[in-house]
């Protein structure tokens, strides 16, 4: 992935994000196991804690269930404040130091 956002509610290989420069991955860890099968060469794992990223990934469930009837998604909507801590974040490191360059550059705009 080079660029995006992605939400993953099923299961992963293992090697997930190897080579991945760009982006962002949102994956539901309904088992507890997926960080034994990230690729931490180029990446870094978090919570979501943004509310702003915690209202896209809510929206993007939303629109989900909407259009496919998931049943997945319909579980985790009923119960979203329960499911919220299982969903990792995968960033890579070099798109996280560009996001921040970006950001810096915005409120300097502002400033100016």
Same mark, same amino acid.
């Given at each position: 992935?080079?660029?995006?956002?992605?939400?993953?509610?099923?299961?992963?290989?293992?090697?997930?994000? +190897?080579?991945?420069?760009?982006?962002?991955?949102?994956v539901?860890?309904?088992?507890?196991?997926?960080?034994?099968?990230?690729?931490?060469?180029?990446?870094?794992?978090?919570g979501?804690? #943004?509310?702003?990223?915690?209202?896209?990934?809510r929206?993007?469930?939303? #629109?989900?269930?909407?259009?496919?009837?998931?049943?997945? +998604?319909?579980?985790?909507?009923?119960?979203?404040?329960?499911?919220?801590?299982r969903?990792?974040?995968?960033?890579?490191?070099?798109?996280?130091?560009?996001?921040?360059?970006?950001?810096?550059?915005?409120?300097?705009?502002?400033?100016?």
């Amino acid at each position: 992935m080079t660029g995006g956002r992605v939400i993953i509610l099923g299961g992963t290989g293992r090697n997930f994000a +190897a080579g991945m420069s760009g982006g962002i991955a949102y994956v539901f860890d309904m088992h507890q196991d997926f960080h034994s099968k990230i690729n931490m060469e180029l990446v870094e794992v978090s919570g979501v804690e #943004d509310p702003s990223e915690i209202a896209f990934l809510r929206g993007m469930i939303e #629109d989900h269930h909407h259009y496919t009837g998931s049943e997945l +998604a319909a579980r985790i909507l009923l119960e979203f404040n329960r499911a919220l801590p299982r969903f990792v974040k995968v960033l890579p490191t070099d798109y996280k130091r560009v996001l921040g360059e970006r950001a810096k550059k915005a409120e300097e705009a502002k400033k100016a």
